[in-house]
């Protein structure tokens, strides 16, 4: 619940900015128009932001199928997490990753690519499976967008605030700041927005982790996995937009997971960590991890190269 409270005042600082900046710009009418806007936009991001992102990373949607072995992964790990089955997409790209985007858990997808899959082993694999579902089942997917819109608002609205102090308006006309406090202000406003929208994908990763091991009952999975992303990021990335790196699992922009203020996620290390720490009661019914030997599960693995081949 603390990461739902966090998410929710980050947001709503981040609105608030946005408002400020528009009656900076307009006074009380400009605090008006920004609020319409800022409805138009995330209006606009909840309809239609999971297309245009699944287009940017050439996604293909999967049936059944061409892949069992992972549609049947998602349908079951959607079952304990008591969601609908999502659709299910297919990056072709060889790094190793994955995200989920839709508006809501009936209209949402997990996109992986196919370098996890041709990575990970079934219970790692159903670790990264689970942690996008957490994200979904979370609405997460709502908050994220929400926080990058409104950070894009922040930007623009900024822009236009220095452009009318710098060409017109008085000192008294601009809320008793005058012309420098209206463009240090404007200046410092997406830095902040900035922030604020990191710190939202921050903590939500740490929940969707959590609910993650909660969906599988094996966190051992989700940590293996993201040990073995966090290594692997360091020599092969996805070619991803800044816009929509807060998304994946693991941050597609850089190989090294830093606890740095401008990170979109949490350092692997700190994730791993807080994973293994549920896993010390649950290891010792499962046993050691392995890649599925001998236990009935599908080789994703061998059903990712052939996937991957059948698109060649």
Avoid: C
């Amino acid at each position: 619940m603390g990461n739902h409270i966090k998410s929710g005042l980050l947001l709503t600082v981040m609105t608030g900015l946005f408002l400020f900046l528009g009656y900076l710009l307009g006074g009380q009418a400009g605090m008006f128009i920004a609020l319409v806007f800022a409805g138009v936009m995330n209006l606009g991001s909840y309809w239609y932001s999971h297309k245009i992102v699944l287009k940017m990373y050439r996604a293909a949607p999967l049936e059944r199928s061409q892949a069992p072995g992972l549609f049947d992964t998602v349908a079951r790990l959607a079952r304990q997490a008591g969601l609908p089955m999502p659709e299910v997409y297919l990056i072709p790209d060889q790094a190793p990753n994955a995200f989920a985007t839709g508006r809501n858990p009936e209209h949402a997808v997990v996109a992986v690519t196919q370098g996890l899959l041709t990575l990970m082993d079934q219970d790692e694999l159903e670790g990264v499976i689970a942690h996008e579902l957490g994200h979904i089942k979370n609405r997460d997917i709502l908050i994220s967008t929400i926080a990058a819109t409104l950070a894009g608002a922040i930007m623009w609205v900024a822009s236009m605030a220095r452009f009318s102090a710098f060409f017109g308006g008085s000192d008294d006309e601009e809320g008793g700041l005058g012309f420098v406090g209206v463009m240090i202000l404007s200046i410092l406003a997406p830095v902040a927005a900035m922030v604020v929208q990191m710190a939202v994908s921050r903590s939500r990763e740490y929940l969707a982790d959590a609910t993650s091991a909660s969906i599988t009952g094996n966190p051992g999975g989700l940590a293996r996995a993201l040990s073995k992303l966090g290594s692997y990021s360091s020599r092969s990335q996805v070619e991803a937009n800044p816009s929509t790196a807060h998304m994946f699992i693991v941050n597609p922009l850089t190989g090294r997971q830093m606890a740095s203020l401008f990170s979109t996620h949490p350092p692997i290390e700190e994730r791993v960590a807080r994973l293994s720490g549920r896993s010390g009661a649950s290891r010792g019914d499962r046993g050691p991890a392995s890649a599925g030997s001998g236990t009935g599960k599908p080789d994703m693995k061998d059903q990712g190269r052939a996937f991957w081949d059948s698109l060649k």
